[in-house]
Each structure stands twice: as C-alpha cells, then as structure tokens.
C-alpha cells in the first residue's frame, strides 16, 4: 500500500490516470485506489525482466482531497504469489 496527496485542483480534475513502471510480473493483479478497483489490472511487463510502462485511466470520483491509498494486490500464479516491483 502507498499513500499520495492530492490538493483540491487535482482531487476535483475531470480526468486521471495513474502511471507507473513495473517489472516481474507474471500474473494479473488488482489495483484498488481508496479501496474500490480502478477497473484494471497490472498484468504485463517486458521479458527481458526491464521496466515496462503501465497506465490506466481512473474514475476521478474515487480520488479526494488529502491522503489517497493505492493498493496493488498480488496474486497467487504458478503455485506461489507472484513478486514484482514497481516505480
């Protein structure tokens, strides 16, 4: 879990979307931001093991003015929880 701060501008914003790079992934993994699913999944990386880039648009609603929390869940794959990383 990590927690990221918005001002009222950014919170009240007509459109988001969250980027980030990540590596290792083998499976799917569900993203939650303030505990309710953005809709997408963070289910690719390169196979060459580099960072790929990730990105997907939010429903702004989720999103408040403050302390936010996104959550990457990850999930069991190949009988053991996948481990990946991301930035």
């Avoid at 990386?45 to 996104?70: C, K, M, Y």
């Amino acid at each position: 879990m990590a927690t990221f701060e918005l001002t009222e501008a950014q919170a009240t914003a007509p459109h988001a979307r969250l980027s980030l790079l990540a590596k290792g992934i083998d499976c799917a993994h569900e993203i939650r931001i303030n505990g309710q699913s953005i809709g997408a999944e963070l289910e690719r990386s390169p196979a060459d093991g580099s960072f790929g880039e990730f990105s997907a648009t939010i429903d702004p609603r989720v999103l408040h003015t403050g302390a936010n929390q996104l959550e990457i869940h990850s999930a069991i794959c190949v009988g053991d929880i996948d481990d990946f990383e991301f930035v």
